[in-house]
Structure formats: structure tokens, C-alpha cells
């Protein structure tokens, strides 16, 4: 107990006070981002080899062109947001896997579905508010910022990362204990994603369509209940629509 209790106050004395891009909203990040970075790199590399093992990654080559073109510009936007992202290693990847609508994370590493993208019929300009929603998940640090409350909520025992991150795969009390969180941090991809979006050159109209799809779309991951209600997101949309004066 003593130990745990001497690893704990360590970790909390590292803890960084930092701020999301944009919304300015105050952060506590325990872990540091070398350390999250290099652990959701072992993830996303676990996760395409497999999935090129059982020939579902990069299938689509028509797709994963478009991807690489679109994600160009919205990576030079997010380094102009946060300068340290200009050294990530960023890659992107295309899976046929039904089970993948598109992810980003910490670190700069992307992976989207086929499936979604074709069901929606994304254009261009929607593909690229999809990918600017992922990629604000990776500059706002939020998986930096879940594990480290996941850490903070549970207090003791302190534990390493690798502990936290299986912990919230397999423990739900300790999910619901962070999906005010979850749900505040994809409020906050979709304003931050839909500045990239539109720094990135892309109109406010194909914004609003992008969510408008979502909205008329079937159930999926990216608007299941940890992301806010179909009807304001598509208002906020719109509401940034008229402050970008498209």
C-alpha cells in the first residue's frame, strides 16, 4: 500500500496542465504523450496486421488514394493548431472490416472503414469532415486525456499504462464512470473537427451534409450514445456553417 500509495503521488505531481486547441477547455494529462503514443502505436500495428492477414486492410485502393489526398491538407492544418504533431508518424489505412467506421489515434494513426464510407456515399468534401472529426480526437490528445482520468478516478492502486488501457476495455463500471467524458471530448471533435475541416479548404456545405448523412444514416459507431444527438450535431453544423459565412 505504501508503494502504491508513493506511485501515485509521483504520477500526480507529473500530472501536465494543458488546453484543447481551440475551445481552450482545461486538461489533466497524467501520462505523457511519448508514453501514449508508443502504446496506441502497438495497437493500431496489432490491429492492421491482422487485418492484412486476413486480407481486409488496403483492399481498396481507389479509396485509400482519396484518404491519403484528403488527410494531406488536414494534417498540415492540425500541425498549424499543435506544432509537435509535425512529429508523429502519420499513416492511414482503408479495412473492409464492417466493424470499423474510422479512427484516429493518439500518435497520428488512421484507419477507415470501406463499408461506412460507401453506405454513406461520402463525397470528397463529407470524406474529409469524417477524417477531420478523427484526426481532432488525436489533437486534442483525448485518448491521452481518457487514460489519465481513468487512472485519476480509480486513485488506487496506481498503475502502469498498459494496465489502464486493458482495464477500460473489459471493465464497463469503469466506462460509465467516463462516458461524460467520452460524450464532452466527441462534442468537442465535432466543433474542432469542422475548424480543420474548413481551414483545410473544405466548404461549410459539405460540413453540414456530412452530418446531415450521419443524421439520416442506420446506427453506427459515430452516432451511437457516447456521441451527442443527431439533431443538435447537425445544428451545430449549421450554426458553424454561418460563422465560417460560406
Not at 36 to 65: P, S
Not at 72 to 90: F, S, Y
Not at 199 to 221: C, N, P, Q
Request: net charge negative; glycine share 4%.
Amino acid at each position: 500500500m505504501r508503494t502504491a500509495c508513493a506511485t501515485l503521488l509521483l504520477l500526480v505531481a507529473c500530472t501536465v496542465q494543458a488546453q484543447v486547441p481551440e475551445s481552450g477547455r482545461a486538461q489533466e494529462l497524467l501520462y505523457s504523450a511519448a508514453e501514449v503514443d508508443a502504446g496506441m502505436e502497438d495497437r493500431y500495428i496489432d490491429r492492421t496486421v491482422d487485418l492484412a492477414a486476413a486480407g481486409k486492410l488496403d483492399e481498396d485502393r481507389a479509396l485509400l488514394a482519396r484518404l491519403r489526398y484528403i488527410s494531406a491538407e488536414l494534417i498540415r492544418v492540425a500541425i498549424e493548431l499543435k506544432p509537435e504533431t509535425a512529429q508523429w508518424q502519420w499513416e492511414v489505412h482503408t479495412t473492409s472490416d464492417t466493424e470499423v467506421d474510422a479512427i484516429c489515434m493518439a500518435g497520428g494513426k488512421i484507419l477507415v472503414g470501406s463499408a461506412f464510407v460507401h453506405q454513406l456515399a461520402l463525397t470528397d468534401g463529407e470524406l474529409a469532415m469524417l477524417l477531420a472529426h478523427e484526426v481532432a480526437h488525436a489533437v486534442a490528445e483525448h485518448h491521452r486525456e481518457i487514460f489519465s482520468e481513468a487512472m485519476l478516478v480509480n486513485r488506487l492502486p496506481a498503475v502502469p499504462l498498459d494496465v489502464v488501457m486493458a482495464r477500460l476495455d473489459s471493465d464497463l463500471s469503469l466506462q460509465i464512470r467516463l462516458s461524460k467524458l467520452s460524450s464532452l471530448q466527441e462534442s468537442e471533435a465535432d466543433h474542432l473537427g469542422m475548424v480543420l475541416a474548413h481551414r483545410a479548404g473544405w466548404s461549410a456545405e459539405d460540413i453540414v451534409s456530412f452530418y446531415r448523412k450521419l443524421a439520416e444514416g442506420e446506427s453506427s459507431a459515430l452516432i451511437a450514445s457516447a456521441y451527442p444527438a443527431n439533431a443538435s450535431r447537425l445544428s451545430m453544423a449549421r450554426g458553424m456553417a454561418r460563422l465560417f459565412g460560406d
